[in-house]
């Protein structure tokens, strides 16, 4: 006899009414956790059981990155190696004309500070050449006649002396260093007013020796040599150079002085030509006069006094 199952025949619960519970269910928790909070702790849990399973599902993700920066082509790796290299160039050369335009400013404001000690006009030149004769000590600017330039024109730099033009051209001039031997400065030492002629020296060291420096003249290693004005040509007290050695041998008339130039004549570019301020007509006509009257009274006293001989030589003969 077979036995039947009888639950096979209970009747259970419709899944309608199941739907229903669990969605009031739910509505009843959103409810309660927004408005009491109350499943805080509960997602909070959750949430940290469930930290594997998201570091295990974002493992693929990590690996392959991680095998990707291990096996980078090495054809990539120079590529990007030597676009580097180009860029660190490009950053230098612009740091580099930074930096030289930051020290010609700096230059061409000390010459602007220079300009305010000396008296008359100046124009400013910019050295563009040197002499290829290695005996001759000149350079050459890029002003010439054009601009009002003169043979005999002092040429200064913002921390001393230059020297003068030798050579005008039209748009260019050639002016003839201190230190070259053909050159002869006046110049007088700061402290104690002492004066001197400077020229400079043969050869390759750019230093200057003070001529005709007696034994008993009072010149000291350290002295500031500055121009005396004297033949009218450069400004008066204008550095010129720092005394470097003094030489006193008995056995010599003469000291040996030698100095080196303020200026830096190798390396300086920006220099300024001086223009000495003319002499107003009315006091150059006055001064003319003057001179004519002297030499008119001279012309008479001369003939005077040869008529007067002429006398004397006449009664000697009678």
């Known amino acids: 006899m077979k036995v039947i199952d009888k639950a096979l025949f209970t009747k259970g619960v419709a899944l309608e009414y199941r739907a229903v519970t669990l969605v009031l269910l739910s509505a009843f928790l959103m409810f309660a956790d927004r408005r009491f909070d109350t499943m805080q702790s509960l997602r909070f849990a959750l949430a940290y059981a469930a930290t594997p399973v998201y570091w295990v599902a974002d493992l693929p993700a990590r690996t392959s990155d991680l095998m990707d920066d291990v096996f980078v082509s090495h054809t990539e790796l120079v590529v990007e190696n030597s676009r580097l290299r180009n860029e660190l160039l490009l950053a230098q050369r612009e740091l580099q004309v930074l930096e030289s335009l930051a020290s010609e400013n700096n230059r061409l404001l000390a010459l602007d500070e220079a300009t305010r000690i000396v008296e008359g006009e100046v124009v400013a030149a910019e050295i563009i050449n040197q002499s290829p004769d290695r005996q001759s000590k000149k350079v050459l600017i890029n002003r010439g006649a054009q601009d009002g330039v ?132 009315d006091v150059r006509d006055d001064y003319l006069d003057d001179a004519l009257t002297e030499e008119a009274e001279e012309a008479v006293t001369d003939s005077e006094h040869d008529e007067s001989r002429e006398e004397l030589e006449q009664g000697a003969q009678e």
């Open 150 to 281: 003169f043979v005999g024109q002092a040429m200064l730099a913002a921390d001393g002396l230059m020297g003068q033009v030798v050579e005008v051209m039209p748009r260019t001039s050639w002016v003839l260093l201190v230190t070259d031997p053909l050159h002869v400065t006046p110049v007088e030492v700061n402290r104690n007013g002492e004066r001197a002629l400077a020229r400079g020296l043969s050869g390759a060291s750019d230093q200057l020796e003070l001529e005709f420096v007696t034994q008993t003249q009072d010149v000291r290693v350290g002295d500031l040599l500055i121009s005396s004005g004297m033949g009218q040509v450069f400004p008066k007290n204008y550095p010129v150079a720092d005394v470097v050695s003094v030489l006193n041998d008995p056995g010599q008339d003469f000291t040996v002085v030698r100095a080196r130039p303020r200026a830096q004549l190798n390396s300086t570019r920006h220099v300024m030509l001086l223009r000495p301020s003319e002499v107003e007509p």
